[in-house]
């Protein structure tokens, strides 16, 4: 294959996983057809096929391409922020942790030239609708990182039961999609919240998580005994 053929091959490549990201935004994942795709990124149908070979195999890359990259950069923020730890003699922050894993996410989601923008808002969607494909697919990827950054969490909280980090995560988790997901939803307080910068945003949503990582336990309470019937 000559160089300039290549190089068409690689660009029809990134147009296809380019517009089906757009499209996937805009319809959702099953809303999106083969022929909107190939409409849009103007190939034909057996050129997604001879790049893909299937719409799941397009899905999987638009998102691997995306979360592979987030990945490396949430696993490294993890791994700086222990060799500090570990050379000042301190035990790891759960501000620090919560800055590691969350500030690459932020950072993609203020992209607005290379599609991270558009990217985050579509991973924020996928979570709402998640479907059997998609809930492996997001485990596959985001299970090693996750579970990385789960372990020095719990590390970080020794008077938080490992359950209870898992449901703090669980919200935390909540609160970033819909923190990330757009300005539209602010609408519904009726204007008195403004687009807010992703520089002002990141250190009050870590405000707020972090009180909820650090909240007292839940009390357990104890079930109300049945009421007790007449005697009659």
């Given amino acids: 294959m000559s160089q300039t053929s290549a190089r068409h ?8 996983l380019d517009t089906a990201e757009a499209l996937f935004v805009e319809h ?3 809303g999106t057809s083969m022929r909107m795709i190939t409409g849009r990124a103007g190939v034909n149908l057996a050129a997604v096929n001879y790049h893909f070979g299937s719409k799941e195999n397009l899905i999987r890359e638009v998102f691997e391409q995306r979360v592979q990259a987030l990945n490396r950069r949430c696993i490294d923020a993890l791994d700086r ?5 570990r050379q000042s003699g301190r035990a790891l922050r759960p501000g620090d942790l ?3 894993f969350l500030q690459p996410v932020f950072e993609l989601a203020a992209d607005t ?3 991270g923008y558009r990217f985050m808002r579509l ?3 996928t979570h709402s609708e998640v479907s059997p494909f998609m809930r492996r697919l997001l485990a596959e990827l985001y299970g090693d990182t996750l579970q990385r950054f789960l372990d020095v969490l719990c590390g970080s909280l020794p008077g938080v039961p490992r359950e209870e980090v898992h449901w703090r995560v669980h919200f935390m988790m909540g609160a970033t999609s819909y923190a990330i997901a757009g300005t539209d939803n602010l609408q519904v307080f009726g204007g008195q919240l403004d687009q807010q910068d992703p520089a002002e945003l990141v250190p009050r949503l870590l405000s707020f998580l972090l009180a909820g990582l650090r909240a007292p336990l839940p009390e357990r309470t104890e079930p ?6 007449d005697a009659g």
């Fill in 9 to 16: 091959t690689a660009e029809t490549r990134a147009r296809i």
């Fill in 81 to 85: 922020y222990a060799d500090e730890a």
């Fill in 123 to 125: 991973l924020g969607r």
């Fill in 113 to 115: 030239e290379n599609g």
């Fill in 28 to 30: 959702g994942l099953d």
């Fill in 98 to 100: 919560l800055e590691a």
């Fill in 224 to 229: 109300p005994d049945p009421p007790v019937g």
